[in-house]
């Protein structure tokens, strides 16, 4: 555990000098990453290896940030079908112990990698860099965690890794993701923390209730995502109710953390020091400032698998030169996964609107989500403390159609508490279920 924390310690350490390094040195750092990481994978995973060999390239051909680009992105799907085959058969032995990661399947697309203690590492001392980003203080503070991989409602006298190795925490509380949004808030309650980590699917279920009988926790300074996407109404009524702003760090547990938002503009910085993240469009070329594309991730110290041009399913959105210094390449917004896009006849997609300030206007619409059964079957899911009526559901459906171009008839669903997010404990505004 010593050196553990001792490694932990000096990541910390130096993530803390490179986020204040110019794009060209960054780039720079990726590329020498690069290389250790294709010359490795090239000999220990078989797959990778006839990957490259089947595309006619070379290991060096891969090198540069420039040559990667050369490289076919793959998919959940090609690591399901590589099998074994895809795992390194031996890595470094200061990255060991490996161990198996299996994500939630919220695409329905579940798969298994691995990951090495060296993985564990980057992931505690980015979890350092997040609370020093916000201004999070450890010190005497209670920390309440709802996600996934929380089995029973526990109670701990400290926080955990990787805080409590360097800080004297207050206490910790984990609530499982399965518990119902009542009791769940309940218990959020007794416990009243200082900080709250949880996917913005429980807070939206939370925010529909704080709206009904009012906010009630008295003590919290911060409130931070994971592993979901939050949209702009979420973040408007909760700040609406407590004054503070959701803080949002985009990650999936293939690679662990992607890109960070930025407290200081609301853009999610890239975690240049560790990966490659690319945004590309339906060709694949580079995406612009301000186009949306497909995230393709390279994770440079996992030597256990080939993440490499990994295609993770998300969407976000190029964003700029951010203004508080700090040169990594941005996201403007994280936009979500491939099934949260309509899908036409002709097989377009295109993101759909919610209209969620014309339907106010309507009726109270606490909570939506819209899903697409059939070409010809789209159905919204509303959440309001009243029945509507006719008059309501008319109008409310003419936003609607409007909302996915008119290119399909829509009905309405209505629910009087709220929508339950999948079960992976994350809420997605929009679900194509078109394949």
Not at 14 to 20: C, G
Request: proline share 4%.
């Amino acid at each position: 555990m010593k050196d553990f924390a001792q490694a932990v310690q000096g990541w910390a350490n130096y993530l803390d000098r490179t986020q204040w390094y110019k794009l060209k040195d960054l780039e720079k750092i990726q590329e020498q990453g690069l290389k250790r990481l294709v010359l490795h994978h090239a000999v220990q995973s078989p797959w990778f290896k006839r990957w490259i060999a089947e595309q006619g390239l070379q290991p060096r051909d891969i090198f540069t940030l420039e040559g990667l680009k050369k490289l076919k992105t793959f998919t959940k799907r090609d690591i399901q079908n590589a099998g074994e085959d895809f795992f390194a058969r031996s890595v470094p032995d200061v990255h060991k112990p490996v161990r198996d990661i299996s994500t939630s399947g919220s695409t329905g697309q579940p798969v298994t990698t691995k990951k090495t203690q060296m993985d564990q590492v980057i992931w505690n001392a980015m979890t350092v860099r997040d609370h020093s980003w916000w201004g999070r203080s450890a010190e005497g503070q209670k920390l309440t965690a709802i996600k996934a991989g929380i089995k029973i409602q526990v109670e701990h006298a400290q926080w955990g890794m990787p805080m409590s190795m360097f800080h004297t925490t207050g206490a910790s509380q984990g609530l499982p993701v399965w518990m119902k949004t009542e009791e769940q808030l309940a218990a959020v309650e007794q416990f009243q923390p200082d900080i709250m980590i949880l996917h913005a699917g429980v807070l939206r279920g939370f925010v529909t209730i704080w709206e009904r009988k009012g906010y009630t926790l008295t003590n919290l300074k911060h409130c931070r995502n994971i592993s979901d996407t939050v949209d702009q109404d979420l973040r408007d009524r909760f700040r609406a109710l407590s004054g503070l702003e959701i803080e949002d760090n985009y990650s999936c547990s293939e690679t662990g953390s992607v890109a960070m938002q930025c407290p200081v503009s609301g853009l999610y910085h890239t975690m240049m020091e560790t990966q490659i993240v690319e945004v590309i469009d339906r060709a694949g070329n580079p995406c612009q400032e301000g186009q949306e594309g497909r995230i393709v991730i390279t994770d440079l110290y996992n030597t256990a698998n080939p993440i490499i041009r990994y295609e993770i399913g998300d969407w976000a959105i190029v964003g700029g030169e951010c203004g508080c210094g700090r040169a990594h390449k941005t996201f403007s917004k994280v936009l979500g996964r491939e099934r949260n896009l309509l899908k036409l006849p002709d097989g377009s997609r295109f993101w759909p609107r919610a209209g969620r300030y014309a339907m106010q206007q309507v009726a109270n619409v606490r909570q939506w989500q819209i899903v697409q059964h059939a070409y010809d079957d789209v159905e919204f899911k509303i959440v309001t403390d009243e029945a509507i009526t006719e008059e309501q559901e008319t109008k409310l459906k003419e936003i609607f159609s409007e909302a996915i171009n008119n290119f399909a008839p829509v009905r309405i669903t209505r629910y009087s508490d709220s929508i339950p997010p999948n079960k992976g404990g994350k809420f997605e505004e929009s679900v194509c279920l078109v394949e």
